[in-house]
T-cell receptor, first 113, second 110 residues
Framework: DTGVSQDPRHKITKRGQNVTFRCDPI?????LYWYRQTLGQGPEFLTY????????KSRLLSDRFSAERPKGSFSTLEIQRTEQGDSAMYLC???????????FGPGTRLLVL | GESVGLHLPTLSVQEGDNSIINCAYS??????FIWYKQESGKGPQFIID?????DKRQGQRVTVLLNKTVKHLSLQIAATQPGDSAVYFC?????????FGKGTRLHILP
């Protein structure tokens, strides 16, 4: 399967703990995006990278959130000191600069207890 | 500002009939629109896209119509099948991010 992959698919954690999610984009896709989706809503943009450079961050991305793409391939999204309000589906997408469409991974569902 | 929205949160269609899902957007400067399908527990799946210099685009069993005059977008699914049951999002490209509406849940009636 050459689509976007995300790991883990599910994560349950206690409030205050740190969590890290990984995204592997479609091979050779330059741009990688993170979105968050809560129940009944559409995904909301968090941040995106072109190769290893983080080009934009949403105001939704508080200082407890940090994303990296150190080698311009996979990316990680870390949430420190998780809160119950962080419970959501975290989605990763990628696209090639030659095209417009973003292709999404299966998401990581986070539950903070 | 940028926003997209769908007219109905839920749509029920008889299997075999055609489905039409509607969407309104507010940013007249938007130049690229996408329809995504999201099944339960999965990420959004790209269905079809359209640029603002077009008013119609067809795919396999799907057609997207764009009316820039009234800022309206629709997705037509021909001969709806049980596998079409999902939440459908219209979305627009704002800068380099995708802006999603709330979605329409499509129910297929036997």
């Amino acid at each position: 399967d050459t689509g976007v992959s995300q790991d883990p698919r599910h994560k349950i954690t206690k409030r205050g703990q740190n969590v890290t999610f990984r995204c592997d984009p479609i091979s050779e896709h330059n741009r990688l995006y993170w979105y968050r989706q809560t129940l009944g809503q559409g995904p909301e943009f968090l941040t995106y990278f072109q190769n290893e450079a983080q080009l934009e961050k949403s105001r939704l991305l508080s200082d407890r959130f940090s994303a990296e793409r150190p080698k311009g391939s996979f990316s990680t999204l870390e949430i420190q000191r998780t809160e119950q309000g962080d419970s959501a589906m975290y989605l990763c997408a990628s696209r090639n600069l030659a095209g417009e469409a973003q292709y999404f991974g299966p998401g990581t569902r986070l539950l903070v207890l | 500002g940028e926003s997209v929205g769908l007219h109905l949160p839920t749509l029920s269609v008889q299997e075999g009939d055609n489905s039409i899902i509607n969407c309104a957007y507010s940013n007249s400067a938007s130049d690229y629109f996408i329809w995504y399908k999201q099944e339960s527990g999965k990420g959004p799946q790209f269905i079809i896209d359209i640029r603002s210099n077009m008013d119609k685009r067809q795919g396999q069993r799907v057609t997207v119509l764009l009316n820039k005059t009234v800022k309206h977008l629709s997705l037509q699914i021909a001969a709806t099948q049980p596998g079409d049951s999902a939440v459908y999002f219209c979305a627009e490209k704002g800068d380099d991010k995708i802006i999603f509406g709330k979605g329409t849940r499509l129910h297929i009636l036997p």
